[in-house]
């Protein structure tokens, strides 16, 4: 299984940026499809965005325009750019690490999660 450790988390005001990472270690990352989800108080987990090894994406509707997924094979490293970050997107994100072209699936693996805050 994988190790992630995510990081880039923070407090931010509406309208403002934030980068995470989330750094892999135990797999071949190029054959690993990445993943961040988002878990709010009071709700249920839900996927923010993911891409395959080969650089595939997808994303929420909320987040499609604002949001960037991206990653290095050679520091086995997956980013996410938020832009333009609302209220609404106070969460604890999470990475996610999954074999194959796919984010879900039994053989995932999860990170311990990244606090995003973003209020006036």
């Known amino acids: 299984q994988a190790q992630l450790v995510e990081a880039g988390g923070g407090f931010v005001q509406p309208g403002g940026s934030l980068r995470p990472s989330c750094v892999a270690s135990?797999?071949?990352?190029?054959?690993?499809?990445m993943g961040w989800y988002l878990h709010a108080p009071g709700k249920q987990r839900e996927l923010v965005a993911y891409i395959t090894g080969g650089g595939s994406t997808n994303y929420a509707y909320s987040v499609k325009g604002r949001f960037t997924i991206s990653r290095d094979n050679s520091k086995k490293t997956v980013y996410l750019q938020m832009n333009n970050l609302k209220p609404e997107d106070t969460a604890v994100y999470y990475c996610?690490?999954?074999?194959?072209?796919?984010?879900?699936?039994?053989?995932?693996?999860w990170g311990q999660g990244t606090q995003v805050t973003v209020s006036s």
């Open positions: 135990g797999i071949t990352f190029c054959i690993y499809t």
């Open positions: 996610r690490a999954n074999p194959g072209l796919t984010i879900e699936g039994p053989r995932g693996s």
